[in-house]
């Protein structure tokens, strides 16, 4: 069982990766948490790109009523991936990986709070 601030790593992964699917910073947080759970194994990594893409499909395409359901079922998918991870690594690799993790946590919030997502112009957008 993983100590309560490595769960709290992993639980921030989670939502990380629900955050960030619909803004500018997806592509840097797709490949950073491809490159985590791939652990050095291109296969597996592209496996994992597999997987986003078809977190961010999902979370895209939602319906009004359905998309806290649908976010916090991704939020937990990823968050389980996270943990199983964390778990299966020793010490000094866990301590990195959890720094990780958090590094990506940070760019996500960082997206989703002052950040910008897609089709959102701040200031004037007029071509004129």
């Not at 309560?4 to 699917?21: D, M, P």
């Not at 979370?59 to 359905?66: D, N």
């Amino acid at each position: 069982m993983l100590v309560e601030w490595l769960a709290a790593v992993a639980a921030a992964g989670g939502t990380a990766v629900v955050q960030a699917a619909d803004t500018d910073m997806w592509v840097s947080v797709r490949q950073r948490v491809a490159h985590v759970l791939g652990r050095d194994d291109p296969g597996r990594e592209r496996t994992e790109l597999m997987r986003l893409d078809l977190t961010a499909t999902d979370l895209a395409s939602l319906a009004p009523g359905e998309a806290a359901l649908i976010r916090a079922r991704q939020e937990a998918s990823w968050t389980a991936r996270f943990e199983i991870l964390l778990e299966s690594l020793g010490e000094a690799e866990r301590e990195r990986v959890a720094c990780e993790l958090n590094d990506i946590a940070d760019q996500a919030r960082h997206a989703s709070v002052g950040g910008v997502s897609r089709n959102v112009f701040p200031g004037p957008s007029s071509t004129a």
